[in-house]
């Protein structure tokens, strides 16, 4: 049983609707949905009450991997069961009538092509899922985006674009120079769209992932894809970070420069498809520039990020993966913080800190003293103690085969203090005692309306150990340093997003919105209270997802 308890009864009704053909009453794998099925006649828990459902669901289109069923076992890292779906859930407890508009995640959901495998959680085609909700009830939906990578390997039936740890494999040796002419030129790099979705100050939703050209311009409403986003300036490049700043006003993206070491930062404005750079890091150490895959924002500053993981273009050549994909760890290049004016882009801190291995920052702000003058950066981080290891524990082999052995690497709620009275070092500190969320620490949201700015308040993926992968969903209190914690025992959560209440005051007035893969097999969608941290509503899927990334709310126009 999970931790938290229901609120209040509401019931709805379920339907269905399914967008691929094919055989109704059953899915491979030994779970099967007939009309009779999906869920009891009456359902009763802490006193709800559901009605029955009548949906028919076809065969999937997709191949399940070799040795991965679903009877019993996690949907998270098992592809995704056919190629779209959107129905009605049904609702035990209650969705906040106030919350109106539609919550999209996006993440890697198809990791096969045909009997063979992919290596790596983040090799996966671009499984994007929608949950709607208006006036307490709640549809969902969800779609392959059709990126030129997933296409091309649907149709041939082979991979022909490079993903995160897997490349295509060459006929011959002609085959394999053409290859890598392909690669230097970007040619070859995936389109694979599969890590996070944003909306822009215009209302564009788009989703992202590192490489530049996996950048696709996506419907909310339909999740169909309606195209490349294509930057309309000069500035050329193979990637970026794979998570911008965007709010209304602001789009801050960093451009790694891996001929000359160092990082362009830019800003798009809303509408617009031109980036413009408003200045320059030069790294400071290490041959390449280190990894960018989030950096932070306050209110009148960039922070840029220089790892000593590195990007290794040696590595990007290799046909095979090392364990670092493709970087390198070089502590002695040492770790840096570099801090930005938005309005001159003068560099106005660069500090070395200790060594640090980080996918996520949280979030930043400026300290100021007395008088008001801003006297430091606060910078913080989900980060996993200077221990690169944690990208070789996301091989796909090694999520599936959990022995009961604890073998999640820690991490923590790292918070760096970037002084801006020109001293050459700054530090990095726990904000809190990483035991209060088990050691484990990724997938975070705030409330927006504090990006930026001073918080308390965080939501993120913790751990309950023995694990080998987040299994919980944590709430932060960065102010008494406490958490709270939300648990069942063998689910695995998806990052939680924070939706507001509408005028609220608090800073936690809202709900948490999760996806859960359950330990039988199924899935579900999660709302908890964001003061209390108890669960209020829950929404069945028909069968389990696949593990997601990041996504982003779309409020009711």
């Known amino acids: 049983m999970a931790s938290a308890q229901f609120s209040s009864p509401r019931s709805s009704v379920a339907t269905a609707t399914m967008a691929v053909p094919g055989n109704s009453g059953g899915v491979r794998g030994g779970c099967s949905f007939g009309r009779a099925n999906i869920f009891p006649r009456k359902y009763h828990d802490a006193g709800l009450r559901v009605r029955n459902v009548a949906t028919r669901l076809p065969e999937t289109e997709l191949s399940p991997e070799k040795g991965v069923g679903c009877g019993g076992k996690l949907a998270a890292w098992t592809s995704i069961r056919q190629k779209r779906w959107e129905g009605e859930l049904v609702v035990q407890g209650e969705i906040p009538l106030w919350l109106n508009g539609t919550y999209l995640r996006n993440g890697p959901g198809m990791w096969n092509i045909g009997d063979y495998n992919f290596r790596h959680l983040f090799d996966g085609y671009a499984t994007l899922v929608r949950l709607h909700f208006h006036d307490g009830r709640l549809t969902a939906g969800h779609r392959q985006i059709q990126s030129d990578a ?161 990007y290794c273009a040696q590595n990007l050549l290799r046909a095979e993966p090392t364990p670092l994909y493709k970087f390198e760890w070089h502590p002695l290049s040492k770790a840096f913080m570099h801090v930005m004016c938005k309005a001159s882009g003068k560099i106005v801190a660069s500090v070395e800190v200790p060594l640090y291995v980080t996918f996520h920052f949280i979030n930043a702000y400026e300290e100021q003293d007395k008088d008001g003058r801003v006297t430091a950066i606060i910078a913080d981080c989900c980060e996993h103690n200077a221990n690169a290891t944690i990208l070789d524990k996301l091989r796909l082999q090694n999520l599936r085969s959990f022995s009961g052995e604890d073998v999640l690497p820690d991490a923590r709620v790292g918070r760096f203090t970037i002084p801006l009275d020109g001293s050459p070092y700054g530090t990095l500190d726990a904000a809190l005692d990483p035991n209060e969320h088990g050691r484990g620490m990724d997938m975070c949201s705030i409330n927006p309306a504090n990006l930026g700015k001073p918080y308390r308040y965080a939501y993120a993926c913790g751990a309950n150990r023995p694990c080998n992968f987040p299994n919980t969903l944590t709430k932060l209190d960065l102010m008494e340093k406490k958490a709270k914690t939300w648990f069942e025992e063998g689910a695995v959560p998806s990052e939680p997003y924070f939706v507001a209440r509408p005028g609220a005051t ?48 779309v409020p009711k126009k």
């Open 506 to 553: 608090e800073e936690d007035d809202g709900v948490v919105i999760s996806m859960i893969s359950d330990k039988n097999g199924e899935g579900y969608a999660l709302l908890l209270d964001g003061r209390t941290f108890e669960e209020i509503a829950r929404g069945k899927f028909p069968y389990g997802l696949p593990y997601g990334l990041h996504g982003c709310w």
């Open 150 to 310: 997933y296409k091309a390997a649907i149709k041939n039936k082979k991979l022909c674009y490079r993903e995160f740890s897997e490349a295509p494999k060459p006929d011959n040796f002609l085959s394999y120079v053409g290859e890598l002419a392909s690669l230097l030129s970007g040619a070859s790099l995936t389109d694979n769209a599969n890590t996070g979705v944003v909306k822009l100050g215009d209302g564009r939703v788009v989703c992202l992932t590192e490489t530049i050209k996996g950048s696709i311009v996506i419907d909310p409403e339909t999740l169909e894809t309606k195209g490349k986003f294509e930057y309309s300036d000069s500035l050329g490049g193979l990637i970026h970070s794979a998570h911008p700043i965007v709010t209304e006003t602001e789009f801050w993206t960093l451009l790694p420069d891996l001929v000359k070491p160092g990082y362009l930062v830019v800003r798009m404005e809303p509408g617009s498809n031109e980036r413009k750079v408003v200045g320059r890091v030069n790294c400071r150490g290490g041959p390449a520039p280190g990894w960018v895959h989030s950096f932070p924002v306050t209110e009148h500053y960039v922070v840029v990020p220089e790892m000593p993981l590195r």
